[in-house]
């Protein structure tokens, strides 16, 4: 069974070729046909015409006639055709005189035969003339009849040749095209057939790329699972612990309420600056609580300032060598910070966002994103250079069954803290709760208590003494 072609294959042209050719030399031949015809119809009407002329002038001579055998047969009474001629000859023999011509010309009436006999010569004579004209006009009509007749066939023999070469030049191209035609066709088909196997190749190409792709983009999808697992992972490591100590307590004064650090104005500190305080052995770790808290009080030099200590305990004390931390703030830079939800710095119920806020500003670092209180809109953005997401407190939800706003703002802050977290993570940025933030920046007054979790720690109003968080083992502090 032949193949059929498939959609795209296109159509052979040379049918269309051959039948434009066709209709242009059978155009050709009409017009040609048509001037010729018009040429013979104009000799044919010539010949008519002159036929009929030739029948009027016979009509005329046989009419001549008639009236002349009528006239003899009333001057004579004989219509017998021997007596006819002999009496023409005689009157052409008695007659050849022009004496009786002038004066019998047209005679009606006759007195005596001779009289009658010139005026006979004389009509006669008429007769003959106007015969021989008649004569003159029939052959110079048969001599144009015959011009045109000729003239009519050999323009029919031209028209006839030239038809005839016009033929054969047509049989001869529809020849070449039909040939042309047949070899096209055949190649058609090879290409058609090779149209085909290569179709059913690509098909199967696209069923196995289709396979391969679905292949490809599972493993995709594993990967970028893995990935994400991996950043995740990292996230919730790297939230384990700081990069790098910001300084150190070089001595203790004041009898153990004040120590001196080993950065100072070169390292753009500031007073008002706090750390948190850990072991130089164990370094920062957010799943411990610091050793205590260090705020800048003086700047005594370039490498030099004098702060007050506080929340230490004397059962781990702070020593000289204990390593200095703070999130946002590092010797020469900063970082920004993004919050989101309520930060609660003291127990009124009321949320603190703009003192934190200078908080953060105290501390030499910026807010790169955070949630309007009014409108509820995002403001900023979070992006590689954000080095935390700080996630404040969410409003407890109504138990009653009427809307309020704050049912509004609870709905707002929480779809924000959803896109914030996400913008997060896709950056790899860091996220932690606001009551460790501040813990870790050696705020000095933090909550009384936090919820539970991996990096949450607990607080139970004790100023004096560390707690191990939940689930941690005790001789570790």
Known sequence: MPRKRGRGSSQSPWPLITFSVLTCLTAIFAVFAYTSYEAVDRYTQTAEAANKRKSQLDNEKRQFEQSYRELAERSFGSSAADDHSKLITQVDASLRSKLAEPRLSRMKNYANFSSGHEFLHDELRDADRRSMTLESQVASLNSELDTARRQYENDLTTVTDAVNEKQQELEQQV???????????????????????????????????????????????????????????????????????????VELVDGGEGALINIGRQDGLREGVTFSIYDSLTGADYDKLPKGYFEVVRIDGARKAYGRLSKTSIGDPVVPGDLLFNPIWSPGGSQSVAYVGEILLDKDSQHDNEAFERLIKLNGGEIASKVDMLSGAVEGEIGPTTGWLVLGSIPEANTSEHVSDKDQKRAVLISAKSKMQAEARAAGVREIDYRNFLTYMGFDSPPLRVKSGDENLQFFGKPRERLAPKGASTTDY
């Open 175 to 249: 020849a070449g095209l039909d040939e042309i035609i047949k070899r096209k066709e055949q190649k058609i088909g090879e290409v058609t057939q090779e149209y085909g196997r290569r179709d059913d190749e690509n098909r199967q190409e696209k069923r196995d790329r289709a396979s391969y792709r679905r292949n490809q983009e599972n493993e995709i999808k594993e990967t970028i699972s893995q990935i994400d697992s991996l950043q995740r992972d990292a996230v919730r490591l790297a939230a384990k612990k700081f990069e790098i100590e910001d300084g150190e307590i």
